[in-house]
């Protein structure tokens, strides 16, 4: 079905606009303001990653950092611990790089022009368009992962709407509804409801039909295909990886280790990681510790998008055969600065899993 000659197409913007003010949300805490700085962190934020989690992360964020200058005269390290558990830290590093261009190339101010936004560090296209609409009300269309699934049911668009060709179809649907909307449409009310339908509504199994503003003329309605559409990606085999984790202790310290700024984790700090036993064993002599005398704790697997690693903990407890002296990207933490450190999600739950032993020696992690 072709958008230009949907027969309800002038009616759908006005039909999203009127539902959001009835069923839509109006209490989310970046919905207050039309400040793009907040608007723009909790964008960054709600990329792969639900509501309900990021209004914590973004609470807490913006405390510490209440206005872009700040977070641009930070250092990377003073802002990773207000991003670690939210994964996808690459969001991190260009969210920091992003606030110190905007600073230094545009006086502090983000820009208005989608096409300028979408020069900065982390800003794509629906990113951009919905900085743009919720900030300065700009008529731009978006077109995130709920928004593709409410489209492509709609109009019945079938393929992988993560393909070239299917992607050129539902920015064209959602330009042609734009094209075709009253020029005063609200977009920020607009751009919300879009976002609320396809997370609360037109949701992935079982859609609420029944309550939805579009269900006259929903393709996928019409023609009970709701369980077709979008279009499931092609499976790709599912990559594991095995690794080692090293828990050494002494003197109430942990021994971590500062990830590259690339790759997983980039940036955060997590606990020393090695390939094989091997390199595990070589790695403790180094250190003046004998893994032979360590403990061995439950594994705990990890998916990422594209990979799953299971990683196996051995713990080790000083003291060390000889002062250890550790490599210019490792440190010594002290337990009790762990709980503010920035480290993925399943090494703070290994440390806390190691919270008995430690508390035998009379400190625990939070
Ligand atoms: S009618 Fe149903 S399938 Fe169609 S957009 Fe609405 S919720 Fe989604």
């Avoid at 545009?106 to 990113?127: A, H, K, N, Y």
């Avoid at 893994?291 to 439950?298: H, R, V």
Wanted: glycine letters at 8%.
């Amino acid at each position: 079905m072709l958008a230009n000659a949907h027969p309800a197409l002038e009616d759908f913007a006005a039909a999203i606009v009127h539902w959001q003010q009835q069923a839509g949300r109006h209490d989310l805490p970046w919905q207050t303001s039309r400040d793009p700085y907040p608007i723009w962190l909790s964008e960054i934020m709600l990329q792969q990653t639900q509501v309900s989690t990021v209004i914590n992360y973004y609470q807490r964020f913006l405390a510490r950092f209440p206005t872009l200058q700040a977070l641009a005269h930070a250092t990377q390290d003073e802002v990773m611990p207000y991003w670690a558990g939210l994964g996808y830290y690459a969001r991190a590093r260009n969210l920091h790089r992003c606030a110190q261009q905007v600073a230094e190339q545009w006086g502090g101010q983000f820009p208005r022009e989608v096409c300028d936004l979408q020069q900065l560090p982390g800003i794509g296209r629906s990113t951009a368009a919905a900085i743009a609409a919720f900030a300065y009300g700009e008529r731009q269309a978006i077109m995130d992962g709920n928004v593709k699934r409410v489209f492509t049911r709609y109009f019945g668009l079938y393929g992988n709407p993560a393909s070239r060709a299917v992607e050129i179809e539902l920015w064209d649907c959602a330009q042609s509804v734009l094209d075709a909307a009253d020029p005063k449409l609200d977009m920020a009310a607009y751009t919300q409801g879009l976002m609320d339908l396809g997370s609360g509504c037109c949701t992935r199994s079982r859609p609420s039909c029944e309550q939805c503003p579009l269900n006259t003329w929903c393709y996928a309605r019409l023609e009970s295909r709701q369980h077709e559409l979008p279009t499931p990606k092609p499976k790709k085999a599912g990559r594991e990886r095995q690794c080692k984790m090293l828990i050494l202790e002494q003197n109430g310290k942990i021994l971590l280790e500062h990830r590259p700024s690339r790759g997983i984790w980039g940036g955060l700090w997590s606990l020393p990681q090695y390939d094989d036993q091997h390199a595990l064993a070589d790695a403790c002599l180094g250190l003046g510790a004998d893994i032979e005398q360590g403990q061995k704790m439950a594994s705990l697997l990890h998916v990422f998008s594209h990979f799953k690693l299971h990683i196996e903990p051995w713990y080790l407890r000083g003291p060390l055969t000889r002062v250890a002296e550790p490599s210019p990207e490792q440190a010594w933490v002290a337990v009790e600065d762990l709980p503010g450190a920035a480290l993925p999600a399943p090494v703070r739950k290994l440390l806390c899993g190691i919270n008995e032993i430690i508390g035998s020696a009379g400190k625990h992690i939070p």
